[in-house]
């Protein structure tokens, strides 16, 4: 394997030392995930004391490193997922459904105006969905209640119970 660096007498990889940072901070913070994307890799502790464009850098050779060497899947456009929890992804655009209650119960009742991020801070339950996946589901239940006339769009993504 070639080096891409090298400090002192001994070369390293630099896209092996972000996956296997990588693989040790998904296995703390997204251990119970069902699955997650590259936002989700983004916000991991391990890269965030560097610049945003830094940290996608770092995540991309990360992730790019582990598919190459089969350790990680891309399940969807945007979805990965360690090799070993394969079996247990459901698609996000099906998988929504099934938070409809949830999420309608986390809406504010009459009178108070909110917006995804104020639903998706009470959300509490439910550790195998990463925040992104959660924002993506709230995002498909709002136009489920929208359509059904339970919520009205009231500004830029600002929303009242009706």
């Given at each position: ?10 070369a ?5 030392m972000?996956?296997?940072?990588m693989?040790?901070s998904?296995?703390?913070e997204l251990a119970?995930?069902?699955?997650f994307?590259r936002e ?8 965030q ?7 996608y850098?770092y995540?991309?050779q990360?992730?790019?490193y582990?598919?190459?060497r089969g ?7 945007t ?12 698609q996000?655009?099906t998988q929504?459904?099934e938070?409809i209650e ?8 009459r ?8 639903v ?8 195998h ?7 993506v589901?709230?995002?498909h239940?709002f136009?489920?209640?929208k359509?059904q006339q339970v919520i009205?769009?009231v500004g830029?993504y600002?929303y009242?119970r009706?």
């Amino acid at each position: 394997m070639a080096s891409d660096g090298g400090y002192g007498d001994k070369a390293y990889n630099r896209s092996a030392m972000y996956a296997s940072v990588m693989l040790e901070s998904i296995e703390v913070e997204l251990a119970d995930a069902a699955y997650f994307t590259r936002e989700d890799l983004m916000q991991l502790p391990c890269f965030q004391a560097v610049a945003t464009i830094t940290r996608y850098s770092y995540v991309c050779q990360a992730v790019r490193y582990l598919l190459e060497r089969g350790k990680m899947a891309k399940v969807s456009a945007t979805g990965l997922i360690l090799i070993g929890k394969k079996r247990q992804y459901t698609q996000a655009h099906t998988q929504w459904e099934e938070f409809i209650e949830t999420v309608t119960a986390l809406v504010p009742y009459r009178g108070t105006t909110f917006g995804l991020m104020d639903v998706l801070r009470k959300w509490e339950t439910d550790q195998h969905l990463t925040t992104n996946l959660k924002r993506v589901i709230i995002r498909h239940v709002f136009k489920r209640l929208k359509s059904q006339q339970v919520i009205k769009e009231v500004g830029f993504y600002q929303y009242e119970r009706m």
